[in-house]
């Protein structure tokens, strides 16, 4: 990776629309240049995924929730049952297994707090390994990206 590529990286981190024509303008390279330094980072895993980012609030989900876990038991399969899980869940937006108080962090979307009380019932109540969690509800958004800083 070199100079070229962090630029062409941040110009798709800002719009994955952004056409071939105009990267080799912006970093002063061929289009065919362009082309095969963007295989190449697909290709090594740089990037991972090209994505919408939708509005949330206007698809109808006024509720953001902080979610701190911890389980019950340490059974590598109980554990490895519950992140599963999470994964799998389509309200659960972002999930990290962390070190400190919980042993997991999650953010959960709903549509509001009626939604977000029936994925607490279905997600934490019914599961015999979690032993308890704690919410935080998001007042406002003041920042939230993908971006990295490169």
Do not use: W
Request: positive net charge; proline residues 1%.
């Amino acid at each position: 990776m070199d100079h070229l590529d962090h630029k062409l990286l941040a110009l798709l981190q800002d719009n994955a629309r952004t056409t071939i024509q105009h990267m080799a303008e912006h970093i002063g390279a061929s289009t065919a240049s362009v082309q095969r330094r963007l295989k190449a980072l697909r290709d090594g895993g740089f990037i991972r995924k090209e994505v919408a980012v939708l509005d949330q609030a206007k698809l109808g989900f006024g509720v953001t929730a902080i979610v701190s876990v911890e389980l019950e038991r340490d059974r590598l399969d109980q554990i490895n049952a519950f992140k599963r899980k999470a994964r799998e869940d389509r309200q659960v937006t972002n999930f990290y297994c962390i070190a400190g108080d919980a042993d997991f962090v999650m953010i959960v979307v709903a549509k509001d707090m009626a939604d977000y009380e029936t994925f607490t019932h279905r997600f934490f109540f019914a599961d015999k390994n979690v032993r308890k969690f704690r919410t935080s509800i998001v007042v406002s958004t003041e920042k939230a990206t993908l971006d990295l800083p490169i």
